[in-house]
């Protein structure tokens, strides 16, 4: 089993930026893929990054395209996301999730994280 956690989360206003982090444990690290889903008040958890086992490629939903930034420590056992520009529409709680590959991961990832609340003010 994999225990995922999340940290980071706040409050912030619109254009400014929020750094959340997901410490992992159990398996090794680097043989799962990470990514990050969020869910807002009355709608769906969406799919918002995804990064590969090495970190090597990395993909993004259109909304948060050139704003979000996701990378990985394999060595801390740590993946983070640095959102940059935000808006009130990114309000969401943000979930950490990891599977054996970024394909599977963004259809149903194995395994979530706890969650972490990011307020946008306007």
């Known amino acids: 089993q994999v225990q995922l956690v999340e940290s980071g989360g706040g409050l912030v206003q619109a254009g400014g930026s929020l750094r959340l982090s997901c410490a992992a444990s159990g398996r090794t690290f680097s043989s799962y893929a990470m990514g990050w889903f969020r869910q807002a008040p009355g709608k769906e958890r969406e799919f918002v990054t995804a990064?590969?086992?090495?970190?090597?490629?990395?993909y993004y939903a259109d909304s948060v395209k050139g704003r979000f930034t996701i990378s990985r420590d394999n060595a801390k056992n740590t993946v983070y996301l640095q959102m940059n520009s935000l808006k009130p529409e990114d309000t969401a709680v943000y979930y950490c999730a990891a599977d054996v590959s970024t394909v599977i991961l963004r259809n149903g990832p194995a395994y979530w994280g706890h969650g972490t609340q990011v307020t946008v003010s306007s």
């Open positions: 990064i590969t086992r090495s970190g090597g490629s990395t």
